[in-house]
């Protein structure tokens, strides 16, 4: 079994705890004795490795000599990374862990890109989510803990501090016909519908435009502010999530160039208005 990644939020008081040792230019080793604790602890405090509470992070702080702002926002974060959220509660229902933690990831980041073959997770209605499944190889008994975990997942694109989502998709995700014309129809009302969301971007790349960087693999690129990129990725049934800068950057360039081919925000939604009146005349 692979090692749980640490929460973004982890991550991001990992980097701001280094920065601040790197500021005050004091060795690890240094800071371990002045506090009796062992180098490896503040090691693996600096990588993420380890929860780290609002009072170390305090004692660190004051070592340093961080005040002020920088020293409220990085005790802020020590107490974010603890505090369990909605999400906490599903790993208990028996849901896949690739599908909780990207749940947590979403829940924590700041912008994310999606390109999919299928309607995004993130915009899909129920219905449409409910024939994915079933069309899928999940067991029926799977199927709705399934359906409502992506219903829940679609709150993170609510309130004052929901991420930025730009969903590109590619014009199969629009034609494959997915549990009937109404239930096509009310997907693609739903995506111009989110559309109009300040922080939503759809941009479809129609078949006519050729070969694109995302034709074989459906992916995620999950951007977090102090702390790096993630990426999901989904192939042939099979998910798993990427964080090591080297297999992250190319799905960075990968999407700089599927945008460069899409078409803009607003011609999109009018192509999606154009597949959903095809519909329509069915």
Known sequence: ????????????LA??????????????????????????TISRMEAGKRPVTPEEVAT???????????????????????????LETLRHEGLPQQSVMLAQYEAEATRLVYFDLLVTGLLQTR????????????????????????MQRQR?????????????????????MMGGPRVMIEQLEHLMEMSER?????????FDHGGHAGVTTSFGLLEFGAANPLVHIEHSGASGILDQPDHVHPFVDR??????????PEASVRFVSDVAAEYRGR
């Open 198 to 206: 300040p922080n939503v971007e759809l941009r479809v790349i129609p």
């Open 255 to 264: 999407v700089a160039s599927m945008q460069a081919v899409a078409l803009e």
């Open 60 to 86: 660190l702080l004051a070592t340093y000599r961080v005040t002020g702002e920088a020293r409220d926002r990085l005790i802020a974060m020590a107490r974010d990374a603890s505090r369990p959220s909605w």
């Open 127 to 150: 219905a449409y989510t409910n024939a994915v499944m079933r069309a899928g190889v999940v067991a029926p008994s799977d199927i709705e803990p399934r359906v409502n975990l992506r």
């Open 15 to 40: 980097a701001g705890l280094r920065d601040a040792r790197a500021k005050a230019a004091l060795p690890m080793q240094w800071v371990a004795d002045q506090l009796g604790w062992s180098q490896s």
């Open 1 to 12: 079994m692979s090692k749980p990644r640490p929460r973004p939020q982890a991550r991001a």
């Open 156 to 176: 993170v694109l609510d309130g004052p501090n929901a991420p930025r989502l730009l969903s590109i998709l590619d014009e199969a995700a629009l034609r494959r």
